[in-house]
């Protein structure tokens, strides 16, 4: 499947060395303000290249929209955007053609498909989610029309043995503040180092992005099939490399050790307790949903693969497709919401 949602759905295209890569928005409302520079901003913050944390692959990722938008609104048609591949050095996998990579999906895709684009990855580069990315920023513009108090906010909490326990508040400032996107100015600093140390010696590192959703009324998800939790965890464990998906605080693993009369404990307000992670019976509890996603080092390592240009850990520029697809599943969730709301 190349289509994500059931509503606001979004299908993504290209290749990671051909001309261009892109996603078609479909059922995005008209009337929604959306502008090349939003977009724009969006792809900014993935874009690789940005630091010496990331890839060295220089692509400037300038967005094109084609259609469903007219003077800052979209028109309730389709959005079709795309972004041309400039520094794609293909030579770099000649010899891939032939050759599987350690922890990639080159023998897979080769054993299912017999045939395969192998420069770069082809369509199972992670470049491919740039394109979600687009998804993402079309969503987080419809639900800032339609739910004007929502935010939802994602930081790097975790690289290598590196923890960031989680903080009362984080702001994107504060996250796109630091080359690693950990808001926490002196483990930020630790990390870079360690991924720096990790690319000066060939290796990688894997680690985790938290997200905070808050502002979501109660209700949202299904109570049965396509539970909120199910309809999150299924989008996110579709990103690259990621491992899993684990909800609630931080301490959780602690907290499952006690008894149910205090895990299950209000809160002295009455509100629900945190362990919820924000959803309780598939729907939306009216409390922040928190999640981690855990990911795992990046497979192509510079000791391993002399050619081709890799992430010596994707963390840092996993946290803008990690939100793009919160707010992907959050706007087609809404639309479901109201298109059938079960209200007596």
Known sequence: MNTFGELFRVTTFGESHG???????????????????????ALDRRRPGQSDVTT??????RVEVLSGVFE????????????????????????????????????????????????????????????RVIGGAVAEALLARELPGLSTV?????????????????????????????PDAALSSQMEALI???????DSLGGAVTVR?????????????????????????????????????????AQL???????????????PSDVYGGIQ????????????????????MTDHAKAGRHDPCVLPRAVPIVEAMVSMVLADQLLLMLARPHRA
């Open 19 to 41: 001309p261009a890569l892109g996603a078609v928005i479909d059922g995005c409302p008209a009337g929604v303000e959306l502008t090349t520079e939003l977009l724009q901003a």
């Open 56 to 61: 060295a692959r220089a692509e400037a990722d």
């Open 72 to 131: 800052g609104k979209t028109l309730g048609t389709p959005i079709a955007a795309i972004v041309r591949n400039t520094d794609a050095r293909s030579g770099d996998y000649a010899k891939l053609a032939k050759e599987d990579r350690p922890g990639h999906a080159d023998r897979v895709w080769r054993e299912r498909f017999h045939h395969r684009d192998p420069r770069g990855g082809g369509r199972t580069s992670a470049r491919e989610t740039l394109a």
């Open 154 to 182: 994602g930081w790097v909490s975790q690289i290598g043995p590196l923890v960031l326990p989680l903080p009362s508040s984080v702001t994107r400032a504060q996250v796109d503040a630091h080359k690693t996107r950990c």
């Open 196 to 202: 720096l140390d990790a690319k000066n010696a060939g």
């Open 213 to 253: 959703v808050a502002g979501l009324p109660v209700g949202m998800g299904e109570p049965v099939f396509g539970k909120l939790k199910s309809r999150l965890s299924d989008a996110l464990a579709g990103i690259n490399a990621v491992t899993g998906v684990v909800w609630g605080p931080d301490d959780l693993e």
């Open 257 to 271: 050790k006690l008894p149910g009369s205090k895990f299950h404990a209000t809160r002295a307000d009455g509100r």
């Open 281 to 300: 019976g598939g729907l939306s509890n009216g409390e922040p949903i928190v999640l981690r996603v855990l990911f795992k080092p990046t497979s192509t």
